[in-house]
């Protein structure tokens, strides 16, 4: 009798078991998910913002443009358009980041950094364990 009640209670173990594994599972890949959902609205938002500033930019540099090149004509003194010079170079930085290639090529390298130098981006000491944390938890409860 005892040998029928172990095995029902070795079965119901088992799958008590395989379903807090399941159930773990499931919740990890709904972190992961939610995770990589809150990355993906915060990096359009930086992008969103980026082109906003693209367009506050664009419109002074034409402005500035304008300005310059009516000083350059009244005084006939190049050194009025020096400053278009780093001026391109701010705007020209802005579009690149805001409607060009500038997030992909930066992906790019930072999976190169990930694959080719992961020493860099390691985390001093390594990935805090559980009785790192625990330990400082219960010293901040003191």
């Known amino acids: 009798m005892g040998s029928i009640m172990g095995k029902v209670m070795e079965e119901n173990l088992k799958k008590s078991q395989t379903f807090m594994l399941e159930t773990q599972k499931m919740q990890m890949e709904r972190q992961l998910q939610m995770q990589n959902m809150m990355r993906e609205r915060q990096m359009a938002m930086q992008v969103a913002g980026s082109r906003e500033m693209f367009n506050w930019l664009a419109s002074f540099y034409g402005l500035a443009m304008l300005a310059m090149t009516a000083g350059f004509a009244k005084s006939k003194n190049p050194s009025v358009l020096v400053p278009s010079l780093p001026l391109t170079f701010i705007v020209g930085y802005q579009y690149d980041w805001a ?10 390298d930072a999976e190169k950094l990930l694959v080719e130098e992961h020493g860099i981006v390691a985390m001093p000491s390594g990935v805090p364990t559980f009785k790192e944390i625990d330990a400082a938890r219960n010293a901040a409860k003191k």
């Open 99 to 108: 409607w060009g290639t500038k997030v992909h090529r930066i992906r790019e």
